[in-house]
Structures are given as structure tokens and as C-alpha cells.
């Protein structure tokens, strides 16, 4: 696990929510990024299924891993447009 990127602890993504972020939530959007690119959504334990499920619904390849990543190397699902 990589921590480090900032030396507070992260919080999670989450509008309103200020818990520790325990898990990465790495997506990208298809319109408008590259195969490579990713994002990262850090999330509480409480709202990490919350923002999964968002971007899931939006037909965005997502994939949750434990602890706080910053996406490389991080393999996502095909998601067909
Ligand atoms: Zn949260």
C-alpha cells in the first residue's frame, strides 16, 4: 500500500463526510479519458459502495482497492460504451 502523498491523513471524497479515507475508488471516464488514465476517489468504509455504485451507474469502468493508491497501475474492468 502506498501512503504518503499527503502528510495529513486523506479524507474520504465524499461531500460533508471528513472520516479517514480507508480505500481507493480508481475509475475513469471513457468520453474523456485515455485507456491509461485514472482517477481516484478516496473513501470511509461507510462510502465507498456509495461512490462505486455511482460511478457504476454512469457505465464507468471502477475498481475499489483497499487503502489510499493514487491509480497507477491499477487495472480496471472493460466496460463496453
Ligand atoms: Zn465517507
Known sequence: MI???S???P???????TADARSSVVWRN????G???RKVWLA????????REFLTSRA??????DGVVDGSGIELPEVSA
Not at 471513457?30 to 479519458?33: E, K, N, Q, Y
Not at 470511509?44 to 461512490?51: I, K, N, S, T, V
Not at 464507468?60 to 482497492?65: A, H, L, R
Open 60 to 65: 464507468f469502468p471502477v475498481t475499489v482497492v
Open 35 to 37: 485507456p491509461e488514465r
Open 7 to 9: 502528510p495529513d491523513s
Open 30 to 33: 471513457p468520453r474523456i479519458h
Open 11 to 17: 479524507q474520504c471524497s465524499r461531500a460533508g463526510c
Open 3 to 5: 501512503f504518503g502523498f
Open 44 to 51: 470511509c468504509d461507510e462510502h465507498a459502495p456509495y461512490l
